[in-house]
DNA sequence: TTGAATGTTCTCTTTTTGTTCTCTATTATC
DNA sequence: GATAATAGAGAACAAAAAGAGAACATTCAA
Protein backbone atom coordinates (compact mmCIF):
# COMPACT_ATOMS: atom_id res chain seq x y z
CA UNK A 1 0.00 0.00 0.00
CA UNK A 2 1.21 3.16 -1.10
CA UNK A 3 1.78 6.36 1.40
CA UNK A 4 1.08 9.56 0.47
CA UNK A 5 4.30 10.64 -0.21
CA UNK A 6 4.75 7.94 -1.89
CA UNK A 7 1.59 8.18 -4.09
CA UNK A 8 2.51 11.61 -4.25
CA UNK A 9 5.73 11.02 -5.96
CA UNK A 10 4.38 8.04 -8.22
CA UNK A 11 1.76 10.40 -9.55
CA UNK A 12 4.61 13.47 -10.22
CA UNK A 13 6.48 10.71 -12.31
CA UNK A 14 3.90 9.97 -14.48
CA UNK A 15 2.38 13.78 -14.94
CA UNK A 16 6.23 14.27 -15.76
CA UNK A 17 6.86 11.35 -18.27
CA UNK A 18 4.07 12.26 -19.71
CA UNK A 19 4.73 16.06 -20.34
CA UNK A 20 8.50 15.87 -20.87
CA UNK A 21 8.71 11.93 -22.44
CA UNK A 22 11.27 11.19 -20.07
CA UNK A 23 11.77 10.18 -16.52
CA UNK A 24 12.36 12.99 -13.62
CA UNK A 25 15.96 13.36 -11.90
CA UNK A 26 15.31 12.62 -8.40
CA UNK A 27 16.34 16.52 -8.06
CA UNK A 28 13.32 17.61 -10.30
CA UNK A 29 10.87 14.81 -8.16
CA UNK A 30 12.23 16.29 -5.22
CA UNK A 31 10.97 19.60 -6.47
CA UNK A 32 7.83 18.72 -7.71
CA UNK A 33 6.66 17.06 -4.60
CA UNK A 34 8.00 19.82 -2.47
CA UNK A 35 10.95 18.61 -0.38
CA UNK A 36 14.67 19.27 -1.07
CA UNK A 37 16.16 15.97 -0.14
CA UNK A 38 17.45 13.83 -3.09
CA UNK A 39 18.12 11.27 -0.75
CA UNK A 40 14.46 11.06 0.47
CA UNK A 41 13.07 10.82 -2.37
CA UNK A 42 15.50 7.87 -3.06
CA UNK A 43 13.55 6.33 -0.69
CA UNK A 44 10.52 6.90 -1.80
CA UNK A 45 11.51 5.71 -5.63
CA UNK A 46 13.18 2.36 -4.13
CA UNK A 47 10.01 1.38 -2.16
CA UNK A 48 7.60 2.22 -5.10
CA UNK A 49 10.19 -0.13 -6.74
CA UNK A 50 9.98 -2.53 -4.10
CA UNK A 51 6.51 -2.52 -5.34
CA UNK A 52 6.65 -3.52 -8.82
CA UNK A 53 5.37 -0.12 -9.79
CA UNK A 54 8.45 1.08 -11.70
CA UNK A 55 12.26 -0.25 -12.25
CA UNK A 56 14.73 1.69 -11.79
CA UNK A 57 18.17 1.53 -14.27
CA UNK A 58 21.06 1.41 -11.74
CA UNK A 59 22.88 4.42 -11.74
CA UNK A 60 21.38 5.63 -14.72
CA UNK A 61 20.12 8.97 -14.82
CA UNK A 62 17.06 9.30 -15.53
CA UNK A 63 16.27 5.60 -15.15
CA UNK A 64 13.29 5.00 -13.77
CA UNK A 65 10.83 3.26 -15.71
CA UNK A 66 6.96 3.34 -14.92
CA UNK A 67 5.51 -0.33 -15.31
CA UNK A 68 2.06 0.65 -17.02
CA UNK A 69 0.38 -2.51 -16.31
CA UNK A 70 0.70 -2.63 -12.75
CA UNK A 71 -1.77 -0.28 -11.88
CA UNK A 72 -4.71 -1.56 -13.93
CA UNK A 73 -7.87 -0.23 -12.40
CA UNK A 74 -6.34 1.39 -9.79
CA UNK A 75 -6.46 5.09 -8.63
CA UNK A 76 -2.87 5.75 -9.26
CA UNK A 77 -3.42 5.28 -13.21
CA UNK A 78 -2.71 7.98 -15.57
CA UNK A 79 -5.82 8.25 -16.65
CA UNK A 80 -8.59 10.86 -15.68
CA UNK A 81 -10.61 9.36 -12.70
CA UNK A 82 -14.03 10.26 -12.60
CA UNK A 83 -16.68 11.37 -11.03
CA UNK A 84 -18.64 10.53 -7.81
CA UNK A 85 -18.56 14.47 -6.99
CA UNK A 86 -20.84 15.72 -8.71
CA UNK A 87 -23.75 12.97 -8.94
CA UNK A 88 -23.56 13.02 -4.83
CA UNK A 89 -26.60 10.91 -4.35
CA UNK A 90 -27.98 13.39 -6.42
CA UNK A 91 -30.50 13.15 -10.11
CA UNK A 92 -28.54 14.20 -12.98
CA UNK A 93 -30.07 15.24 -16.16
CA UNK A 94 -26.99 15.51 -18.33
CA UNK A 95 -24.31 13.58 -17.00
CA UNK A 96 -23.57 9.95 -16.48
CA UNK A 97 -20.97 7.90 -14.20
CA UNK A 98 -18.65 6.88 -16.15
CA UNK A 99 -15.51 4.85 -14.53
CA UNK A 100 -12.64 5.80 -16.41
CA UNK A 101 -10.80 7.47 -19.49
CA UNK A 102 -7.71 6.02 -20.39
CA UNK A 103 -5.82 8.00 -22.35
CA UNK A 104 -4.13 5.77 -23.91
CA UNK A 105 -6.96 5.52 -26.32
CA UNK A 106 -5.02 8.33 -27.58
CA UNK A 107 -1.82 7.67 -27.53
CA UNK A 108 1.04 4.70 -27.91
CA UNK A 109 -0.25 3.48 -30.96
CA UNK A 110 2.17 2.96 -33.44
CA UNK A 111 -0.31 3.28 -36.08
CA UNK A 112 -2.02 6.84 -35.13
CA UNK A 113 -1.16 9.67 -35.73
CA UNK A 114 -2.76 13.39 -35.05
CA UNK A 115 -3.80 16.26 -36.65
CA UNK A 116 -5.07 20.06 -36.01
CA UNK A 117 -8.41 20.50 -38.13
CA UNK A 118 -8.76 24.12 -39.85
CA UNK A 119 -12.29 25.06 -41.21
CA UNK A 120 -15.90 24.22 -40.71
CA UNK A 121 -16.45 21.29 -42.94
CA UNK A 122 -17.53 18.84 -40.33
CA UNK A 123 -18.83 20.95 -37.73
CA UNK A 124 -22.19 19.65 -38.07
CA UNK A 125 -20.36 16.45 -36.52
CA UNK A 126 -18.74 18.11 -33.48
CA UNK A 127 -15.38 18.92 -35.32
CA UNK A 128 -14.90 22.49 -34.91
CA UNK A 129 -11.94 24.37 -36.32
CA UNK A 130 -8.56 24.00 -34.17
CA UNK A 131 -9.96 20.38 -32.86
CA UNK A 132 -7.67 17.74 -32.81
CA UNK A 133 -8.48 14.43 -34.54
CA UNK A 134 -6.69 11.01 -33.88
CA UNK A 135 -6.51 9.34 -36.87
CA UNK A 136 -5.67 5.84 -37.41
CA UNK A 137 -3.44 5.24 -41.01
CA UNK A 138 -5.34 2.62 -43.12
CA UNK A 139 -5.97 2.60 -46.55
CA UNK A 140 -9.58 1.46 -46.51
CA UNK A 141 -12.74 2.52 -44.81
CA UNK A 142 -16.39 1.90 -44.01
CA UNK A 143 -19.30 3.51 -44.56
CA UNK A 144 -19.88 6.31 -42.20
CA UNK A 145 -16.58 6.75 -41.21
CA UNK A 146 -14.95 9.88 -41.42
CA UNK A 147 -11.50 10.06 -43.41
CA UNK A 148 -9.10 12.08 -44.28
CA UNK A 149 -8.72 11.52 -48.05
CA UNK A 150 -6.32 12.62 -50.48
CA UNK A 151 -8.12 13.61 -53.72
CA UNK A 152 -6.07 13.39 -56.45
CA UNK A 153 -2.96 12.87 -54.81
CA UNK A 154 -3.34 16.82 -53.85
CA UNK A 155 -5.64 17.89 -51.27
CA UNK A 156 -6.24 16.35 -48.06
CA UNK A 157 -9.60 16.44 -46.44
CA UNK A 158 -11.10 15.74 -43.72
CA UNK A 159 -15.46 14.38 -44.97
CA UNK A 160 -17.78 11.65 -43.69
CA UNK A 161 -16.69 8.43 -46.26
CA UNK A 162 -19.85 6.73 -48.50
CA UNK A 163 -19.23 4.03 -51.29
CA UNK A 164 -21.52 4.47 -54.27
CA UNK A 165 -22.37 2.24 -56.81
CA UNK A 166 -20.06 2.30 -60.15
CA UNK A 167 -16.73 2.85 -58.72
CA UNK A 168 -17.93 5.57 -56.82
CA UNK A 169 -17.16 7.46 -53.96
CA UNK A 170 -19.26 10.09 -52.08
CA UNK A 171 -17.44 12.59 -49.68
CA UNK A 172 -19.33 14.16 -47.31
CA UNK A 173 -19.17 17.58 -45.56
CA UNK A 174 -20.98 17.52 -42.04
CA UNK A 175 -21.86 21.15 -42.85
CA UNK A 176 -25.42 22.37 -43.95
CA UNK A 177 -23.51 24.98 -46.06
CA UNK A 178 -21.81 22.93 -48.23
CA UNK A 179 -22.37 20.17 -50.58
CA UNK A 180 -21.52 16.36 -51.26
CA UNK A 181 -18.86 15.33 -53.70
CA UNK A 182 -18.29 12.23 -55.79
CA UNK A 183 -15.22 11.24 -56.77
CA UNK A 184 -14.25 8.06 -59.10
CA UNK A 185 -12.81 5.99 -56.68
CA UNK A 186 -9.11 5.94 -58.89
CA UNK A 187 -9.29 9.64 -57.64
CA UNK A 188 -9.45 9.27 -53.41
CA UNK A 189 -6.64 7.63 -51.88
CA UNK A 190 -7.75 6.95 -48.06
CA UNK A 191 -4.90 8.20 -45.41
CA UNK A 192 -6.66 7.18 -42.43
CA UNK A 193 -9.65 7.28 -40.64
CA UNK A 194 -10.87 9.61 -37.97
CA UNK A 195 -10.78 7.60 -34.08
CA UNK A 196 -10.79 10.14 -31.80
CA UNK A 197 -11.39 13.93 -31.43
CA UNK A 198 -10.04 16.15 -28.51
CA UNK A 199 -10.29 19.89 -27.93
CA UNK A 200 -8.86 22.06 -24.95
CA UNK A 201 -10.67 25.24 -23.71
CA UNK A 202 -7.56 26.67 -22.40
CA UNK B 1 13.49 6.82 -23.84
CA UNK B 2 14.94 9.74 -25.21
CA UNK B 3 16.53 12.77 -22.25
CA UNK B 4 16.39 16.29 -22.81
CA UNK B 5 19.25 16.96 -24.93
CA UNK B 6 17.91 14.26 -27.55
CA UNK B 7 14.34 15.55 -27.41
CA UNK B 8 16.11 19.03 -28.11
CA UNK B 9 18.32 18.13 -30.94
CA UNK B 10 15.16 16.13 -32.44
CA UNK B 11 12.91 18.32 -32.13
CA UNK B 12 15.18 21.08 -34.06
CA UNK B 13 16.04 18.56 -37.08
CA UNK B 14 12.27 18.26 -37.38
CA UNK B 15 11.75 22.11 -37.60
CA UNK B 16 14.69 22.77 -39.78
CA UNK B 17 14.18 19.71 -42.17
CA UNK B 18 10.25 21.51 -42.01
CA UNK B 19 11.42 25.15 -43.03
CA UNK B 20 14.52 24.41 -45.21
CA UNK B 21 13.38 21.64 -46.98
CA UNK B 22 16.54 19.99 -46.20
CA UNK B 23 18.23 18.45 -42.92
CA UNK B 24 20.98 20.65 -40.35
CA UNK B 25 24.74 20.55 -40.26
CA UNK B 26 25.84 19.54 -37.26
CA UNK B 27 27.41 23.27 -36.66
CA UNK B 28 23.71 24.40 -37.26
CA UNK B 29 22.08 21.74 -34.81
CA UNK B 30 24.65 23.25 -32.15
CA UNK B 31 23.98 27.01 -32.92
CA UNK B 32 20.27 25.14 -32.81
CA UNK B 33 20.52 23.66 -29.44
CA UNK B 34 22.42 26.29 -27.89
CA UNK B 35 25.66 24.38 -27.41
CA UNK B 36 29.42 24.91 -29.19
CA UNK B 37 30.76 21.61 -29.78
CA UNK B 38 30.01 19.50 -33.40
CA UNK B 39 31.31 16.58 -31.40
CA UNK B 40 28.71 16.79 -28.83
CA UNK B 41 25.65 16.78 -31.51
CA UNK B 42 27.29 13.94 -33.01
CA UNK B 43 27.37 11.79 -30.19
CA UNK B 44 23.07 12.89 -30.08
CA UNK B 45 22.91 11.54 -33.64
CA UNK B 46 24.24 8.75 -32.89
CA UNK B 47 22.22 7.79 -30.04
CA UNK B 48 18.94 9.08 -32.21
CA UNK B 49 20.14 6.77 -34.74
CA UNK B 50 20.68 3.64 -32.08
CA UNK B 51 17.19 4.80 -31.49
CA UNK B 52 15.82 3.93 -34.70
CA UNK B 53 14.73 7.85 -34.52
CA UNK B 54 16.67 8.81 -38.00
CA UNK B 55 19.36 7.35 -39.91
CA UNK B 56 22.47 9.35 -41.55
CA UNK B 57 24.38 8.94 -44.64
CA UNK B 58 27.85 8.33 -43.29
CA UNK B 59 29.80 11.19 -43.81
CA UNK B 60 27.41 13.01 -45.83
CA UNK B 61 26.92 16.62 -45.50
CA UNK B 62 23.56 17.15 -44.41
CA UNK B 63 23.03 13.26 -44.15
CA UNK B 64 20.53 13.00 -41.66
CA UNK B 65 17.11 11.27 -42.68
CA UNK B 66 14.02 11.34 -39.86
CA UNK B 67 12.08 8.17 -39.47
CA UNK B 68 8.88 9.84 -38.16
CA UNK B 69 7.18 6.49 -37.72
CA UNK B 70 9.30 5.21 -35.52
CA UNK B 71 9.25 8.40 -33.34
CA UNK B 72 5.09 7.82 -33.23
CA UNK B 73 5.74 4.72 -32.21
CA UNK B 74 7.62 5.74 -28.71
CA UNK B 75 5.89 4.01 -25.63
CA UNK B 76 5.11 7.26 -23.37
CA UNK B 77 5.65 10.28 -25.82
CA UNK B 78 4.39 13.55 -24.55
CA UNK B 79 3.25 14.01 -27.40
CA UNK B 80 1.42 12.59 -30.49
CA UNK B 81 3.94 13.30 -32.97
CA UNK B 82 2.65 14.40 -36.50
CA UNK B 83 2.67 15.35 -40.30
CA UNK B 84 5.01 13.80 -42.33
CA UNK B 85 2.63 11.47 -43.91
CA UNK B 86 -0.05 12.93 -44.91
CA UNK B 87 1.40 16.40 -45.64
CA UNK B 88 4.06 14.69 -47.73
CA UNK B 89 4.78 18.24 -49.31
CA UNK B 90 1.54 18.69 -51.06
CA UNK B 91 -1.21 21.79 -50.17
CA UNK B 92 -3.59 20.68 -47.84
CA UNK B 93 -6.95 22.19 -47.55
CA UNK B 94 -8.75 21.51 -44.23
CA UNK B 95 -5.99 20.32 -42.53
CA UNK B 96 -2.99 21.68 -41.08
CA UNK B 97 -0.27 20.63 -39.46
CA UNK B 98 0.80 20.96 -35.73
CA UNK B 99 4.16 19.79 -34.30
CA UNK B 100 2.42 18.31 -31.06
CA UNK B 101 -0.65 17.96 -28.92
CA UNK B 102 0.26 17.68 -24.98
CA UNK B 103 -1.88 15.49 -23.33
CA UNK B 104 -0.99 16.54 -20.31
CA UNK B 105 -3.82 19.18 -20.69
CA UNK B 106 -6.19 16.37 -19.97
CA UNK B 107 -4.95 14.82 -16.54
CA UNK B 108 -4.06 14.37 -13.22
CA UNK B 109 -4.77 17.43 -12.24
CA UNK B 110 -6.68 16.54 -8.32
CA UNK B 111 -8.19 19.56 -9.36
CA UNK B 112 -9.96 17.60 -12.45
CA UNK B 113 -12.81 14.78 -13.41
CA UNK B 114 -14.20 13.81 -16.32
CA UNK B 115 -17.84 13.19 -17.36
CA UNK B 116 -19.68 11.63 -19.88
CA UNK B 117 -22.26 13.81 -21.41
CA UNK B 118 -25.73 12.57 -22.19
CA UNK B 119 -28.46 14.74 -24.18
CA UNK B 120 -27.85 17.49 -26.60
CA UNK B 121 -28.07 20.53 -24.80
CA UNK B 122 -24.34 21.75 -26.13
CA UNK B 123 -24.55 20.21 -29.55
CA UNK B 124 -24.01 23.48 -31.31
CA UNK B 125 -20.58 23.89 -29.18
CA UNK B 126 -19.62 20.95 -30.37
CA UNK B 127 -19.86 18.46 -27.52
CA UNK B 128 -22.39 15.83 -28.48
CA UNK B 129 -24.18 13.01 -26.62
CA UNK B 130 -21.68 10.48 -25.55
CA UNK B 131 -18.77 12.89 -25.60
CA UNK B 132 -16.67 13.33 -22.53
CA UNK B 133 -15.71 16.86 -21.14
CA UNK B 134 -13.00 17.30 -18.16
CA UNK B 135 -14.23 19.72 -15.91
CA UNK B 136 -12.01 21.16 -13.45
CA UNK B 137 -13.55 21.91 -10.26
CA UNK B 138 -14.28 25.61 -9.04
CA UNK B 139 -17.28 27.64 -8.21
CA UNK B 140 -16.59 30.44 -9.72
CA UNK B 141 -16.94 31.11 -13.56
CA UNK B 142 -16.32 33.87 -16.58
CA UNK B 143 -19.02 34.91 -18.87
CA UNK B 144 -19.13 32.39 -21.93
CA UNK B 145 -17.28 29.05 -20.15
CA UNK B 146 -19.21 26.19 -20.36
CA UNK B 147 -19.99 24.71 -16.83
CA UNK B 148 -21.44 22.08 -14.94
CA UNK B 149 -24.30 24.09 -12.65
CA UNK B 150 -26.36 22.25 -9.61
CA UNK B 151 -29.60 24.06 -9.77
CA UNK B 152 -31.25 24.16 -6.33
CA UNK B 153 -28.86 21.61 -5.34
CA UNK B 154 -30.67 19.08 -7.40
CA UNK B 155 -30.50 19.38 -10.98
CA UNK B 156 -26.57 18.86 -12.83
CA UNK B 157 -26.53 20.10 -15.83
CA UNK B 158 -24.02 21.83 -18.29
CA UNK B 159 -24.83 24.80 -20.05
CA UNK B 160 -22.76 28.19 -20.96
CA UNK B 161 -22.98 30.62 -18.37
CA UNK B 162 -23.61 34.11 -18.36
CA UNK B 163 -23.83 36.71 -15.63
CA UNK B 164 -26.89 39.14 -15.84
CA UNK B 165 -27.50 42.39 -14.28
CA UNK B 166 -29.39 42.07 -10.70
CA UNK B 167 -28.55 38.81 -9.58
CA UNK B 168 -29.34 36.72 -12.12
CA UNK B 169 -27.61 34.14 -13.80
CA UNK B 170 -28.34 32.89 -17.64
CA UNK B 171 -27.52 29.25 -18.50
CA UNK B 172 -27.38 29.05 -22.16
CA UNK B 173 -27.91 25.51 -24.03
CA UNK B 174 -26.06 25.75 -27.50
CA UNK B 175 -28.48 24.15 -29.21
CA UNK B 176 -31.49 26.09 -31.66
CA UNK B 177 -34.21 24.28 -29.94
CA UNK B 178 -33.68 25.09 -26.68
CA UNK B 179 -33.97 28.87 -24.73
CA UNK B 180 -31.85 29.93 -22.01
CA UNK B 181 -33.22 30.45 -18.82
CA UNK B 182 -32.39 33.07 -16.31
CA UNK B 183 -31.74 31.90 -12.16
CA UNK B 184 -31.34 33.78 -9.39
CA UNK B 185 -28.09 33.28 -8.61
CA UNK B 186 -28.91 31.84 -5.54
CA UNK B 187 -30.25 28.75 -7.13
CA UNK B 188 -27.28 28.11 -9.24
CA UNK B 189 -24.05 26.25 -7.70
CA UNK B 190 -21.33 26.24 -10.27
CA UNK B 191 -19.62 22.61 -9.93
CA UNK B 192 -16.90 23.76 -12.10
CA UNK B 193 -15.70 24.58 -15.43
CA UNK B 194 -15.40 22.45 -18.71
CA UNK B 195 -11.56 22.44 -19.80
CA UNK B 196 -11.68 19.77 -22.97
CA UNK B 197 -13.99 17.62 -24.22
CA UNK B 198 -12.92 13.98 -26.11
CA UNK B 199 -14.81 11.64 -27.94
CA UNK B 200 -13.55 8.35 -29.08
CA UNK B 201 -15.29 6.86 -32.64
CA UNK B 202 -14.26 3.08 -31.77
C1' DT C 1 42.70 20.40 -57.98
C1' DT C 2 42.16 22.66 -53.95
C1' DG C 3 40.47 24.56 -49.83
C1' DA C 4 36.78 25.56 -46.83
C1' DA C 5 33.10 23.34 -44.68
C1' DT C 6 31.57 19.32 -42.64
C1' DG C 7 31.56 14.77 -40.42
C1' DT C 8 34.05 11.75 -37.19
C1' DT C 9 36.74 10.32 -33.35
C1' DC C 10 39.21 11.45 -29.39
C1' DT C 11 40.50 13.16 -24.75
C1' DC C 12 39.75 16.19 -20.97
C1' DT C 13 37.14 18.91 -17.57
C1' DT C 14 33.10 20.28 -15.25
C1' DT C 15 28.61 19.60 -13.80
C1' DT C 16 24.87 16.83 -12.66
C1' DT C 17 22.99 12.80 -10.81
C1' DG C 18 22.37 8.48 -8.16
C1' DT C 19 23.50 6.43 -4.00
C1' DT C 20 24.51 5.82 0.72
C1' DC C 21 25.06 7.80 5.02
C1' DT C 22 24.13 10.21 9.39
C1' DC C 23 21.54 13.50 11.89
C1' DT C 24 17.37 16.03 13.55
C1' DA C 25 12.61 16.93 14.35
C1' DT C 26 8.15 15.26 14.63
C1' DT C 27 4.66 11.95 15.42
C1' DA C 28 2.82 7.75 16.94
C1' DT C 29 2.84 3.81 20.30
C1' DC C 30 3.45 1.44 24.34
C1' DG D 1 7.51 9.58 29.93
C1' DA D 2 10.25 6.41 27.21
C1' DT D 3 10.69 4.33 22.95
C1' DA D 4 10.17 3.44 18.26
C1' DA D 5 8.92 4.86 13.68
C1' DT D 6 8.86 8.19 10.09
C1' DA D 7 9.78 12.34 7.22
C1' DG D 8 13.03 15.12 5.86
C1' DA D 9 17.65 17.66 5.50
C1' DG D 10 21.91 17.41 3.93
C1' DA D 11 26.82 15.77 3.47
C1' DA D 12 29.99 12.77 0.96
C1' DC D 13 31.33 9.99 -2.76
C1' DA D 14 31.33 7.59 -7.25
C1' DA D 15 29.44 7.33 -11.64
C1' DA D 16 27.37 9.26 -15.57
C1' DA D 17 26.52 12.70 -18.64
C1' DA D 18 27.27 17.27 -20.79
C1' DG D 19 30.13 19.93 -23.06
C1' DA D 20 34.52 21.95 -25.00
C1' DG D 21 37.71 21.47 -28.20
C1' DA D 22 41.62 19.38 -30.76
C1' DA D 23 42.88 16.45 -34.58
C1' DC D 24 41.97 14.07 -38.55
C1' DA D 25 39.06 12.41 -42.63
C1' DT D 26 35.82 13.28 -46.07
C1' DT D 27 32.76 16.09 -49.15
C1' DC D 28 31.70 19.19 -52.30
C1' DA D 29 31.72 23.24 -54.88
C1' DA D 30 34.49 26.87 -57.03
Known amino acids: MLNPSE ?13 KGCSPTLTEIADGI ?4 R ?20 NRKRGICLNLE ?13 LGRIAAGQPIEAIEDRHEINLADFIMDPDRFALQVTGESMMDAGIL ?4 VIIKHQNTANNGDIIVAL ?29 AIAYEAERI ?12 YQ
Do not use: W
Open 7 to 19: TKTLKFIQKYCIE
Open 34 to 37: GIKS
Open 39 to 58: GVVHRYIKSLESQKLLSVAS
Open 70 to 82: AYENQSIAPIIPL
Open 129 to 132: DGDT
Open 151 to 179: IDGLEATLKRFKRLPKGMILLIPENKSME
Open 189 to 200: QIQGVVVGQLRS
